[in-house]
């Protein structure tokens, strides 16, 4: 989970037999200002046909997708002979109830307009029959019965007609006076004010989704369209892209973790992975002798995702009188406290309401130090080559500060510093060649303690994002008191997935 996937209507549709049309018209804008580029969008030969974005209710498949000058064109089809699901939406198109597409993606490089963005970059996820595109210029072009003849489509033309005899009349006086007041409206907010004399016009405009945010953490009716809202509680509401993608880079820096664990995302409340616990036993025999049977044994791993919750209590009149800066504090403390909520679980978590921490795992082998208190550089060297060498060359250190701090004053037998610094901008530094992880929450070095693990954590510990920061405000609960609480979320599972690939420092003599 750390993008967000974006929703654009379209209309595309797959019948009995085939349909084509017109996913996405280029050069013009959505209902929200944004634009689409040709050549922007990178999407896989084959797509999944979703029904309203719910990944449960997959109703066919897009397997031709091109880009032409009108658009992006597609054409795929129902499986109305397998799937319930398809034949009923089948049947709402015949009659017009659903009449349109949405097309899932994710963004990846985009520039500002006057009203929305221009997307010139995106990879497409999925195509979704939806009842109201966003995009009023997207058409079915043909469809084709089961029989292969073209069943008849309205005109573009003639769809554009019909919306616009539903919109109101405005009279040419109506009409000048309504320009009269936009202009007054732009010159009141052209005009310095104390509440932006801080903040210049090209910085306050923070988009669509950034103005929304903010009208929902001030209580306000929210836009939709403009926000993420998590598909399985409708109620929740997560921040514009900008704001998710600032908060997940927080966890990173407060979770050190998640940048050397194998981190994915799941849409269940638990994961099972199956493993082997034994390989075949097969052994050397001569001509003629009969061959012994042998048999792998297998488990499974469980991982449960859990769920890390608070809330926080703002005064009215703070978010009444204060700008944007009020979400933005309100998201750097979410961050800080989640972020090292999850450092502490992924490292060290063992009770049954948090993720279990690869050091809590039993699983992993020990290495003595062979001294209770001094480090040894020998026992560093001798774990390191203790595991096979596929998941050595992958391997990380991982320590706290005060850990290494120690460990960047010992020498190998020919007295070069197994700590070497880092002379390359994004490189870590490394011990003996592999990079190390500083992680607060390790132990210090002591008696019986396991101040050091090293091991394959893309290969060994796998962490789930069930649901991401999601905030929910509560204006009645403290109204008496003037007060708003904000209830935040997020749920997230981990777990080591192999033991083998890890070896623990013990400062132990036995």
Do not use: C
């Not at 109201?132 to 292969?148: E, L, N, R």
């Not at 019909?162 to 005009?191: G, H, Q, W, Y």
């Not at 012994?292 to 488990?299: I, L, R, V």
């Not at 944007?324 to 309401?353: C, P, Y």
């Amino acid at each position: 989970m750390s993008e967000r996937l974006e929703i654009k209507a379209a209309l595309t549709v797959d019948d009995a037999g085939t349909i084509t049309g017109i996913a996405w018209p280029f050069g013009s804008p959505d209902r929200v200002g944004d634009v689409i580029e040709k050549g922007a969008i990178t999407s896989p030969d084959v797509l999944p046909m979703l029904f309203a974005h719910d990944q449960a209710q997959v109703i066919g498949v897009w397997d031709q997708i091109e880009e032409t000058p009108d658009g992006l064109t597609v054409k795929g089809r129902l499986l109305v002979d397998d799937v319930e699901r398809a034949r009923e939406v089948r049947a709402m198109i015949r009659t017009k109830a659903v009449s349109g597409l949405s097309i899932g993606f994710r963004t990846k490089s985009a520039k500002p307009r006057q009203r929305g963005r221009t997307i010139t970059a995106l990879d497409l996820h999925e195509i979704s029959v939806v009842a109201v595109p966003s995009h009023p210029g997207a058409q079915i072009t043909s469809v084709k019965a089961a029989d292969g003849t073209a069943e008849p489509k309205e005109s573009k033309l003639e769809n554009e007609e019909l919306e616009m005899k539903n919109d109101p009349v405005i009279s040419p006086d109506d009409l000048k006076a309504l320009k009269a007041d936009i202009a007054t409206i732009k010159a009141k907010l052209n005009r310095p004010t104390a509440a932006n004399n801080n903040h210049p016009a090209g910085q306050n405009d923070n988009g669509i989704e950034k103005k929304a945010f903010a009208d929902y953490l001030r209580g306000g009716e929210i836009d939709r369209k403009a926000l993420t809202v998590a598909t399985d509680a409708p109620g929740y509401v997560l921040a514009p892209e900008e704001t998710s993608d600032e908060f997940i880079r927080n966890l990173v820096e407060f979770s050190p973790v998640r940048s050397i664990a194998d981190v994915r995302s799941t849409g269940s409340h638990t994961v099972i992975l199956p493993k082997r616990l034994t390989v075949t036993n097969a052994k050397w025999k001569g001509e003629a002798v009969a061959s012994e049977s042998s048999e792998p044994t297998f488990d499974q791993t469980e991982f449960s995702v859990k769920e890390v919750t608070t809330h926080v209590d703002i005064g009215n009149w703070l978010i009444e009188d204060a700008s944007h800066d009020v979400e933005a504090e309100i998201r750097l403390a979410l961050a800080e406290d989640f972020g090292a909520k999850e450092g502490l679980a992924f490292v060290n978590g063992s009770t049954a309401v948090e993720p279990k921490g690869f050091m809590a795992e039993a699983g992993i082998a020990n290495f003595l130090n062979g001294h209770a208190t001094n480090l040894s550089a020998d026992a560093l060297i001798k774990l390191m080559y203790s595991l096979p060498g596929v998941y050595r060359n992958r391997g990380t250190w991982a320590m706290n500060g005060t850990t290494l701090a120690v460990i960047r004053t010992l020498k190998d037998g020919n007295g070069n510093y197994l700590w070497q610094p880092s002379y390359q901008a994004g490189q870590p530094e490394t011990i003996l060649g592999r990079p190390v992880v500083e992680l607060i929450d390790m132990p210090d070095v002591a008696a019986n303690a396991f101040p050091i693990i090293f091991g394959d954590f893309k290969a060994g510990y796998r962490i789930y994002d069930r649901i991401e920061l999601q905030v929910r405000p509560n204006p009645y609960l403290l109204a008496t008191e003037g007060m708003i609480r904000f209830h935040a979320r997020r749920r997230v599972g981990a777990g080591v997935r192999r033991t083998d690939v890890f070896r623990k420092l013990k400062m132990a003599t036995s």
